[in-house]
């Protein structure tokens, strides 16, 4: 494979697979503003989630945003673009497209270009149907994560029948055009004893693999799981992730978890002086803005209040989450190190966003 060369970008003879220059800018930002919140408690949206529709052809056990739904419905494009802006003017340096399916609008194409003409990244987030059908579009987008439990038998299990050989798909297309991929699971009662064979899938492709905690619906018996299975399961990774494998959790969060004490349904309005402290940064640099404009600091408060983007506006919205009293969440010990400034995540990111990419195209 030849190999060209642009001011631009890096790019391939059959497929361009640009390394922007506002990765290196980026990644400066989210050191700065790190820096910033420790010096003067600086707060600004860098990370955005935004749910495009919450139809979705499959009936996952564990999704956080079909929860307490009473219709499907998707985000009014008007409204989207316009919030799209207000991110953009807030400081939003990466818009994580998701749903529900995003890949069911026939827009998502159109979606993702407009977050790349306002200068930030995008990233879809899909269960790999309708991925096909959208290939054109997701060649372009920056970042790309696929829904991938672990083993056929226990993919399907969890999302239905035949969705493992759908997700494989599209993991297959999005090796075949050099979309920069990574492969997000979800650790329940079901999964907890898939590690393996998810870690040979992220290894035959060459892709990162992150395993995360269900947020909510942990009442489920498909998700229930004692507080030692989840320290043994991240003690695993990273024995997979000394071994070479490519488990995009850092080093400093597998340690954590997996030596966390406490209950891992933890979620406190004060800190417990018995359990490690580690604040909330959730309401300090990310944003979630759900189909019907209301917006949270992160999943585990889904449907706890209503700051909506389309009465506040997304700057006040986004300054209403000081009010939010949760604090040292276990389940977002990842971002929560990463934005208190740890090493190991802030090293992990950078490889995740460029080294990666570097090494696919030298290949």
């Not at 990765?23 to 749910?51: C, D, E, H, M, T």
């Not at 997700?167 to 907890?192: E, P, Q, V």
């Not at 979620?267 to 359990?275: G, M, N, T």
Request: hydrophobic share 40%.
């Amino acid at each position: 494979m030849q190999f060209l060369h642009s001011p631009a970008c890096i790019v391939c003879r059959n497929y361009q697979m640009p390394i922007k220059g506002e990765y290196i800018s980026f990644g400066l930002k989210i050191v700065s503003s790190i820096v910033q919140n420790r010096i003067s408690g600086y707060k600004v949206p860098l990370l955005a989630y935004i749910l495009v529709t919450n139809r979705c052809n499959l009936n996952c056990v564990y999704c956080f945003s079909n929860a307490n739904r009473v219709k499907n419905m998707d985000f009014p494009l008007e409204k989207l673009y316009s919030v799209i802006d207000q991110l953009k003017e807030a400081g939003t340096i990466l818009i994580t497209i998701a749903g529900g399916e995003p890949c069911l609008r026939s827009d998502i194409g159109e979606i993702c270009n407009y977050v790349s003409q306002k200068g930030m990244m995008v990233e879809v987030v899909t269960n790999g149907i309708n991925f096909e059908q959208n290939l054109e579009a997701m060649k372009k987008i920056d970042f790309l994560a696929i829904s991938i439990d672990g083993s056929e038998e226990v993919h399907d299990v969890n999302r239905g029948k035949g969705t493992f050989a759908v997700a494989k798909h599209a993991l297959d297309l999005a090796k075949k055009y050099n979309i920069h991929t990574r492969i997000h699971a979800c650790f329940s009662r079901n999964t907890s004893h898939a590690l393996p064979s998810l870690m040979e899938i992220a290894n035959k492709y060459g892709v990162r693999a992150n395993i995360a905690i269900p947020s909510i619906h942990t009442d489920n018996p498909h998700l229930s799981f004692s507080d030692d299975e989840i320290r043994d399961y991240y003690r695993q990774m990273k024995e997979y992730k000394k071994r070479g494998y490519l488990v995009s959790n850092s080093n400093s969060t597998l340690d954590f978890v997996s030596n966390w004490p406490g209950n891992f349904g933890y979620v406190a309005e004060k800190p417990d002086p018995s359990l490690p402290y580690l604040p909330c940064k959730r309401k300090d640099f990310s944003i979630y803005i759900d189909v019907d404009g209301r917006a949270y600091p992160c999943a585990s408060v889904w449907g706890k209040y209503n700051f909506n983007v389309f009465e506040l506006g997304v700057k006040k919205a986004f300054e209403q989450f000081k009010t939010v009293s949760c604090n040292t969440c276990i389940i977002e010990a990842e971002f929560n190190l990463l934005f208190c400034g740890s090493l190991s995540s802030l090293v992990n990111i950078a490889a995740f966003g460029l080294w990666d990419r570097i090494k696919a195209l030298i290949k």
